[in-house]
């Protein structure tokens, strides 16, 4: 559908700045609005036109695009970091704004962000609370540590870090004076919740895994090498939609794992891989992909219950990637840059087959081995 007029929203907690351009015309609309959505809506309404709204990703998320197209309002979210920079524009104000996002929406050059369903973005709040605990939980243990590498406490027994055994012993030690002892109890009732605390949203993200909805995509990226049931989830809820990447190859670029490149002329330089998109989702991948550099063996035990020609698939892709690691090493790659080559390989075949399992289309997979 063709739309002649086009709205550029500037949002903030309490305003929002719109700017209305009609490119047939050159009509031009401005209106100012508080928190309350309805008389933005009563505003746009007046358009007597086709029009469509935009405005920049940020802290309000998708929740005023689902107003907007609950009132039958096609809305879209402009992607910030896709949209460019004039160098020379020293002048910000939210009117401009609006008015620039206005004009780019009516020139298509703006990049648009995908908006996941309301269910995937609360199971993606879901995941991203449980980053958030492990990560505490990780400084913590931290500081524990430290602490006793500052007051020069061992512990000299050969047991992992963290086993009951260790916690016993750091619960007994004696600390010079009571200001540390005070410390250290905080820290060790502090991991302690942490710990109950991660335990207890594992247990909620395995709940999810098993949904319907969730399960055959989960299992059949479980037959990759280095993804198990957390991971799995993760990809799923952070990305939602896997057949956006046509070509597959196009997960890769998406998560910044290609190299970043400056070339002018007879000059190409190319450095460090771009680390742009999820960063979850990235870290999780180049995590997984640590499995392979370190297997022994090509192939993974398969998961009951996946379709065969997803296992298969699964099964060439662990050899390949396998047989790919092989190589980096004889070729005396870091295995920093052998991890992120394999990364980069390992999305690949995450967005084929969760791509085929979403779609449905298992044929495809033939075309990508």
Not at 338 to 364: F, K, M, P, S, Y
């Amino acid at each position: 559908m063709n739309y002649p007029i086009s709205v550029g929203l500037d949002v903030h907690k309490r305003s929002i700045a719109a700017y209305s351009y009609n490119i047939l015309t050159d009509e031009k609309r401005v209106g100012t609005f508080g928190s309350d959505i309805a008389p933005l809506i009563a505003w746009l309404e007046e358009s007597k036109a086709p029009y469509r709204v935009v405005y920049e990703s940020g802290h309000s998320g998708f929740s005023l695009k689902r107003t907007l197209e609950a009132a039958h309002i096609t809305c879209e979210i402009a992607a910030t970091s896709k949209m460019a920079k004039v160098k020379g524009d020293r002048i910000k104000t939210d009117a401009r704004n609006a008015e620039d996002l206005a004009r780019l929406l009516a020139a298509g050059k703006l990049s648009f962000v995908y908006m996941p369903p309301i269910d995937f973005e609360g199971m993606r709040d879901v995941n991203r609370a449980y980053v958030a605990v492990r990560d505490a939980l990780a400084a913590e243990k931290q500081r524990i540590s430290k602490m006793c590498d500052r007051y020069g406490i061992l512990f000299e027994k050969d047991v992992k870090p963290w086993t009951p055994e260790h916690l016993t012993w750091l619960n007994g030690i004696s600390l010079p004076s009571k200001g540390a002892s005070i410390a250290m109890t905080h820290y060790l009732d502090e991991r302690e919740r942490l710990s109950d605390e991660k335990t207890r949203i594992l247990g909620l993200i395995k709940g999810f895994c098993v949904e319907d909805e969730l399960k055959p995509t989960i299992d059949a990226l479980r037959c990759l090498r280095g993804i198990a049931e957390y991971t799995a989830f993760c990809l799923l809820v952070e990305i939602v939609d896997f057949t956006r990447f046509d070509p597959p190859s196009a997960f890769g670029s998406f998560l910044g794992m290609v190299p970043s490149e400056y070339s002018s002329g007879e000059t190409r330089a190319q450095g460090k891989i771009t680390k742009t998109g999820n960063t979850l989702v990235r870290k999780a991948i180049v995590e997984s992909a640590w499995s392979s550099y370190r297997a022994k063996r090509a192939y993974k035990r398969p998961v009951d219950g996946v379709v065969p020609e997803l296992a298969r698939a699964a099964n060439k892709a662990n050899k390949r990637l396998f047989d790919k690691v092989q190589g980096l090493k004889a070729a005396k790659k870091k295995p920093c840059v052998g991890v992120v080559a394999t990364a980069r390989e390992l999305a690949l075949w995450v967005a084929v087959i969760a791509g085929a399992c979403q779609t449905g289309c298992i044929d495809r997979l033939e075309e990508c081995l």
